[in-house]
């Protein structure tokens, strides 16, 4: 069955950075694109950018452009999200998502379990 | 960006109720919308893509309609397993982007 399972909760101070990880199985890797996005508490989710398995090209929102950066590693069928120069309003739930295409349609069907990113001083 | 509103952004019902919730696109994405489910401290799920095709595994009492900038997410008879916060969303063009949510209470 389909898992992306993620890393643990992260607390950092203001300004430091924090890398987020997404395991996949259940499915083959390279078939399809990962999306990254999180959700602040009391808010609905916000879109954080793509990331294509097999190029590893990527396209990133354009509000967090230079802090944020996606990876992945095809060995080990995990992609990565880093965000840098954190700031207390990036405390939030981060999600791993992966893009299924039916057709032209192109959706999130699986969703990580969450990771817990808190930011304080 | 294309905003999506949705409405209400909470409502009341008792278990048997019908139940529909609406989410407007700020201009046209065809039928690239989703509807998602989540419940406190979990992932949101899948329910229905492409405005009006349902997930695997989802039951058939959720339906999807819709076009253009107007669609609507139905629950034919709620049930416990329901009450919820649901999201819709546009996947037609990045920035991915999604409404405010709908939180679904019992009366």
């Known amino acids: 069955q389909v898992q992306l399972v993620q890393s643990g909760a992260e607390v950092k101070k203001p300004g430091a950075s924090v890398k987020v990880s997404c395991k996949a199985s259940g499915y083959t890797f390279t078939n399809y694109h990962i999306h990254w996005l999180r959700q602040a508490p009391g808010q609905g989710p916000e879109w954080l950018g793509i990331i294509n398995p097999i190029s590893g090209g990527t396209t990133y929102a354009q509000r967090l452009q230079g802090r944020v950066t996606m990876t992945r590693d095809t060995s080990t069928t995990t992609v990565y999200m880093e965000l840098s120069s954190l700031r207390s309003e990036d405390t939030a739930v981060y999600y791993c998502a992966r893009r299924y295409c039916d057709g032209g349609s192109c959706y999130s069907d699986f969703w990580g379990q969450g990771t817990l990113v808190s930011v304080s001083s | 960006d294309i905003q999506m509103t949705q409405s209400p952004s909470s409502l009341s019902a008792s278990v048997g109720d019908r139940v529909t919730i609406t989410c407007r696109a700020s201009?046209?994405?065809?039928?690239?919308l989703a509807w998602f489910q989540q419940k406190p401290g979990k992932a949101p799920k899948s329910l229905i893509y492409a405005a009006s095709n349902l997930q695997s595994g989802v039951p058939s009492k959720f339906s999807g309609s819709g076009s253009g900038t107007d669609f609507t997410l139905t629950i034919s008879s709620l049930q416990p397993e329901d009450f919820a916060t649901y999201y819709c969303q546009q996947y037609r063009s990045y920035p991915v982007t999604f409404g405010g949510g709908t939180k679904v209470e019992i009366k």
């Open positions: 201009q046209g994405i065809s039928n690239y």
